[in-house]
């Protein structure tokens, strides 16, 4: 049987939190818009129920989904079928947690990300031992500016052991970390050197647009988010007649949500099936 995982980025556009680097910051979408990426996301949801594939599914909204219901609703509705193997969303984890209660342990889990302009450790720290409280699955992470490495370990030294706290490398600036500030995050992300670099991905077999694949608010599908040639419609197509095994036409890729599918990586094994919410085999509880 095939498995698919699937990236899903709807019309939603906004989010609740201020980072300064960030085009959605504190932006929000009218009453209408918000209506309209519920429906789309509820045409997603009764699609993938009627799929016979195993599917799994990372949410990568433009801003903040779970602090809409109607996202918190998808996810919890997605848990429980049979054939969703994973329902995830990237998520600042600003909202509240006792939904969580209603949703399929096995098949839910979490991408967050902590900001540190944002929230304090301490208030970030107290929503991640409510998800320890719920027994959700999560991993946690933050971009590793130089000066916020302190803030990286002193999370990763209040965070349950068990959890896997990535850091996502700052790549705007060539060569901007030293090899020793290399050794030092990987002592709390073992797997940082894969996301220090663009990895070279021309002409090479990457499961996107194969068994992975992005579908927007349209239902239009797509590789991956880096590349913008559409394959085909969920709605309008029988998808699977427009997936097949292929090779990167990018030079390079530099995202967690790319690489990961870039076989010569072997990541599958690493991640296994905790891929999609960035959580490595070994730190599953
Ligand atoms: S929490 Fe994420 S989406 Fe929201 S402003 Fe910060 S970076 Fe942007
Ligand atoms: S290597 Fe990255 S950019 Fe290339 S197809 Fe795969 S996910 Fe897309």
């Known amino acids: 049987m095939n498995h698919w995982s699937i990236l899903y980025r709807g019309l939603l556009s906004s989010c609740n ?17 918000l209506a309209d990426d519920a429906q789309r996301l509820q045409n997603f949801v009764q699609w993938v129920k ?37 329902v995830s969303i990237q998520t600042n984890l600003s909202c509240t947690t006792n939904w969580m209660d209603a949703v399929h342990r096995d ?77 030092r995050i990987e002592r709390t992300d073992p797997l940082f050197r894969y996301n220090t670099m663009h990895h070279q991905s021309l002409g090479k077999s990457c499961q996107a647009g194969y068994t992975s694949f992005t579908v927007d608010g349209n239902g239009d599908v797509r590789s991956c988010h880096f590349i913008d040639t559409v394959l085909g419609n969920i709605y309008t197509h029988e998808i699977r007649d427009c997936l097949t095994p292929k090779s990167c036409i990018n030079a390079t890729c530099g995202c967690h949500i790319g690489y990961v599918h870039l076989d010569e990586l072997n990541l599958y094994h690493t991640y296994a099936d905790g891929i999609l919410e960035r959580i490595p085999s070994t730190y599953r509880e």
């Open 50 to 86: 009627g799929r016979s594939e195993q599917i799994s599914i990372l949410f990568t909204p433009w801003g903040e989904g779970l602090i809409r219901k109607y996202y918190q609703e998808a996810m919890t509705e997605l848990s429980h079928l049979p054939h969703v193997k994973k």
């Open 17 to 33: 939190y201020g980072c300064t680097y960030c085009p959605f910051a504190k932006t929000k979408n009218t009453r209408a818009e």
């Open 107 to 183: 098949s839910f889990a979490l991408w967050t990300t902590f900001h540190p302009t944002q929230i304090s450790l301490e208030k970030f720290v107290n929503k991640c031992k409510q998800l320890d409280a719920l027994n959700i699955q999560y991993s946690v992470g933050f971009v590793a500016f130089k000066e916020d490495i302190d803030i990286l370990e002193r999370l990763r030294a209040s965070i349950n052991p068990n959890r896997y706290v990535w850091a996502n490398a700052y790549k705007r600036i060539p060569n901007y970390y030293t090899e020793e500030d290399i050794l």
